[in-house]
């Protein structure tokens, strides 16, 4: 099946700090990436959808300055978590569609363990 | 929008019972459901998935039932086993890739050896 890699896994930062954390789909292009969000033992809650060559959409009380989508290519998108804090700790989390196939199964990235100290 | 409603939060079946997780969409323009099983710490990875042309998948020991006039849509595992622990989500979209899925809230399922 597809591959979407997405790095860190792990990171842990200083509050005040920012961190980028990126999803690249390996063997396809993807146009559009959606990024998530879960929390302990909660539900993937969608955060925004990444938008290749266009501004991302956010979800309802998704700080669109707080969480910078950038989708320069088609095979990246990037999350920076600006001024992180505390309470920004998670498990961000994307995916991907390939394009174009009758198949439209979703292929998630490894995940990202944002620890905020 | 989509909501998908997914029912019980938590189940504990014995070994070699069968366990059945439940969910409801409310978008009637969605027309696939895939169920994603999921370790801590992991990413959710594809155990079935059905289109709304169909009305049954089975898969081996994991089967999912589609009903969509009633809107809703169901997982059973059967001659469950200890390694089938873990939660599980249903999720909803319009077919196409532009389009994010919307998840369940979760079933912790325990199988008791």
């Known amino acids: 099946g597809a591959v979407v890699s997405q790095h860190p896994s792990r990171v842990i930062c200083k509050s005040g700090t920012s961190v980028k954390i990126e999803c690249r789909s390996l063997d396809f292009q993807a146009t559009t990436m959606f990024w998530y969000r879960q929390f302990p033992k909660q539900s993937l809650m969608l955060m925004a959808t990444?938008?290749?060559?266009?501004?991302?959409?956010?979800e309802q009380g998704v700080e669109k300055d707080k969480f910078l989508i950038n989708h320069a290519s088609l095979t990246l998108s990037t999350l920076t978590v600006t001024s992180a804090h505390p309470e920004d700790s998670s498990f961000y989390i994307c995916?991907?569609?390939?394009?174009?196939?009758?198949?439209?199964?979703?292929?998630f990235g490894q995940g990202t363990r944002l620890t905020v100290v | 929008g989509e909501n998908v409603e997914q029912h019980p939060s938590t189940l504990s079946v014995q070994e070699g019972d069968s366990a059945v997780i439940k969910c409801t969409y409310s978008?009637?323009?969605?027309?696939?459901f895939p169920w994603y099983k999921q370790e801590l710490g992991k990413r959710p990875q594809l155990i079935i998935d059905i289109r709304s042309n169909v009305g049954e998948k089975r898969d081996q020991r994991i089967a999912v039932t589609l009903n969509k006039t009633a809107k809703h849509f169901s997982l059973h595992i059967t001659e469950t086993q200890p390694e089938d622990s873990a939660v599980y989500f249903c999720a909803a979209n319009r077919n196409s890739g532009n389009t994010p899925l919307v998840f369940g809230k979760g079933t912790r399922l325990s199988v008791i050896a």
């Open positions: 990444s938008n290749e060559g266009s501004k991302a959409t956010y």
């Open positions: 978008d009637s323009a969605s027309n696939y």
């Open positions: 995916s991907a569609s390939r394009q174009g196939a009758r198949n439209t199964e979703a292929f």
